[in-house]
């Protein structure tokens, strides 16, 4: 049974930080690369990081650059995938989701990803 499930949110005030982490198991997730977004109420899910399958590489959305670090762990049945977030502002309140690549690179883009997490809140309070 395919499973990513969030973990790490929660509430912080402005200036803080917190690490999520996303667990992926149930497929062999080492070769795929991995991607967080990010949802606030009323609005579309954005893109926030994502990593490759080595962890050699990783883009950020300019909104959080220089502030969030992606990396990840590959174990033989679970990959583990961090987000560190320093410096948190009250827009980066959200539900963040944990995704799987259906390729070795992340991507911006929400199709290009397979497998969703339920989401982990994040709440940035001023």
């Known amino acids: 049974q395919v499973q990513l499930v969030e973990s790490g949110g929660g509430l912080v005030q402005a200036g803080g930080s917190l690490r999520l982490s996303c667990a992926a198991s149930?497929?062999?997730?080492?070769?795929?690369?991995m991607g967080w977004f990010r949802q606030a109420p009323g609005k579309e899910r954005e893109f926030v990081a994502c990593?490759?399958?080595?962890?050699?590489?990783?883009?950020?959305a300019d909104s959080v650059k220089g502030r969030f670090t992606i990396s990840r762990e590959n174990a033989k049945s679970t990959v583990t995938v961090y987000l560190q977030m320093n410096s948190l502002k009250p827009e980066d309140t959200a539900v963040y989701y944990c995704?799987?690549?259906?390729?070795?690179?992340?991507?911006?883009?929400?199709?290009?990803?397979?497998?969703w997490g339920q989401g982990t809140q994040v709440t940035v309070s001023s």
């Open positions: 990593i490759n399958w080595n962890g050699r590489i990783a883009y950020y």
């Open positions: 149930g497929l062999s997730f080492s070769s795929n690369g």
């Open positions: 995704a799987s690549s259906r390729g070795s690179f992340g991507s911006r883009v929400n199709d290009e990803y397979a497998y």
